[in-house]
């Protein structure tokens, strides 16, 4: 039910989309009610040129991208590798015949450099559906056609091809997978995804470290730094947005114990 939830209410809540119904509810009031409909109107178009032009979307990524720190290998034994799903593009890839990705394309690249360092570490990727309609394949799917563009062979990747949203797929995961004590996992996944991430497999009792890719900033948050298009903006807006009210809900439903986890 939450993820049904989640999905239905996001669609509705995405910043752009919400501020368009705005500004299309107030033209339509406009001529029955005149001031309210204009003040609709006006909030709608305002705060979408403040988001799409204004630094606000990169001011809200920022502190998600800092909060954990780019992996630096201290040269000790890793045992494992974790890929989350969610830079693939299912309804592509079948249409095309050809695995295709989005800009979160770096988990899947790092999962093939990471995989030759470590030669002896497992790899899983965790990713089914995000979607509430059904997709013509799973994610999983996806990955496994772009493994010899990334020159791994399919045996060395084990797929966990369930979970669809973060915190089935730390459930999920860690059940693959049944970690041992003192094991080393790495966790891979887009940077401004990663404290959510964290603080999942945390509460599911699987103690992995942060591994984030993905990086969309330079980490300044470019105060008086517009974006060179209110769709550029928007994008940003929107996707940050996004991750700040996922970490609210996860909270308070319990899904994470932290409201904005961070490093040990």
């Known amino acids: 039910m939450f993820f ?24 339509l009031l406009r001529p029955w009610f005149r001031r309210l409909g204009g003040a609709l109107t006006a909030i709608g178009v305002i705060g979408l040129l403040l988001a799409g032009l204004g630094p606000f979307g ?5 502190p998600l991208e800092n909060r954990f720190p780019v992996y630096a290998g201290d040269g000790g034994r890793v045992d494992g590798i974790i890929v989350l799903g969610g830079a693939e593009l299912p309804v592509i890839t079948a249409a095309r015949g050809t695995a295709s990705f989005q800009e979160s394309a770096e988990r899947i690249l790092a999962m093939g450099e990471l995989a030759r360092r470590y030669p ?14 059904e997709q013509p394949m799973q994610e999983a799917e996806v990955v496994r056609m772009a493994l010899p563009q990334i020159g791994l062979e399919e045996g060395r990747v084990e797929f966990e091809r369930l979970s669809r949203n973060t915190a089935e797929n730390a459930r999920l995961a860690r059940e693959l997978i049944e970690p041992k004590p ?23 009792g699987f103690p992995v470290v942060a591994y984030p890719v993905d990086f969309r900033t ?17 994008g940003f807006f929107d996707l940050a947005t996004r991750e700040w009210i996922g970490l609210a809900a996860y909270y308070l439903t319990g899904r994470i114990s932290s409201p904005f986890p961070g490093p040990n």
């Open 4 to 27: 049904i939830l989640s999905k239905i209410l996001w669609a509705v809540a995405v910043p752009s989309t919400f501020l368009t119904l705005l500004a299309v509810a107030g033209l």
């Open 58 to 62: 990169r001011m809200l990524m920022v």
């Open 120 to 133: 002896q570490a497992r790899v899983v990727f965790a990713g089914g559906s995000s979607s509430l309609s």
């Open 182 to 204: 003192g094991e080393r996992w790495l966790l891979v996944t887009s940077a401004f995804h990663m404290p959510r991430a964290m603080g999942n497999f945390r509460a599911v």
């Open 218 to 234: 330079t980490g300044d948050p470019g105060f008086f730094r517009p974006f060179g298009s209110v769709a550029e903006g928007l």
